[in-house]
């Protein structure tokens, strides 16, 4: 994995929201980045072949449980999506529960790309960073988040187990799409 920063300086990607959502664009990126690794590191295939991706194995950043939450996003052209602290009031985490996510964006979104990436080749590869639950509870409560580990523990039992409910239920979707739920994050797994 390199930083979004890096393929931007050395090969002039992009990484604003079709970088995510549009299936050409995934499909071009992920080619070009393969073609990158190869020439520049000799890792990989020396012909890559065009493929149905889902999710970037090559950069990090999980924007999505977060956002499925109610985080709002910014996109930039050098680096991954940020999620913008909401910083959430005790009252609204504990109304908070796991979203339909086939039915809340970005799922509906992504679900779109993967549905038009499957008719073009019949298949999907890759998956999604889900984040960790610490990571998303923090884009959802802020910093206020650590107190509350001592202070607050219903707020945290409720808010992790909303963050790992919607994880569980984003890896699940994807995992019976594409087989794996994973290689986004870890390719040791």
Do not use: C
């Not at 509906?108 to 549905?115: A, F, N, Q, V, Y």
């Amino acid at each position: 994995m390199f930083d979004p920063n890096w393929w931007h300086r050395n090969y002039g990607i992009s990484f604003d929201r079709p970088f995510y959502f549009d299936p050409p664009t995934l499909v071009e990126n992920d080619l070009r980045m393969r073609k990158a690794l190869h020439e520049r590191f000799g890792l990989g295939e020396s012909k890559p072949e065009a493929r149905p991706i889902v999710g970037s194995m090559y950069i990090a950043g999980g924007f999505i449980v977060p956002a499925l939450l109610g985080v709002e996003l910014r996109f930039f052209p050098d680096r991954n999506p940020w999620p913008l602290i909401a910083n959430l009031g005790r009252k609204e985490i504990l109304r908070l529960r796991p979203p339909e996510i086939e039915n809340t964006w970005p799922m509906t979104e992504l679900i779109r790309t993967m549905d038009a990436l499957d008719a073009q080749f019949g298949y999907l590869v890759g998956d999604f960073n889900a984040g960790g639950i610490l990571n998303n509870a923090l884009d959802l409560r802020g910093q206020q988040l650590f107190v509350d580990m001592l202070e607050d523990r219903e707020l945290v039992e409720h808010l992790f187990s909303v963050a790992g409910e919607t994880q569980a239920r984003v890896m699940e979707y994807v995992k019976r799409r594409t087989g794996t739920s994973s290689i986004a994050v870890n390719r040791s797994i």
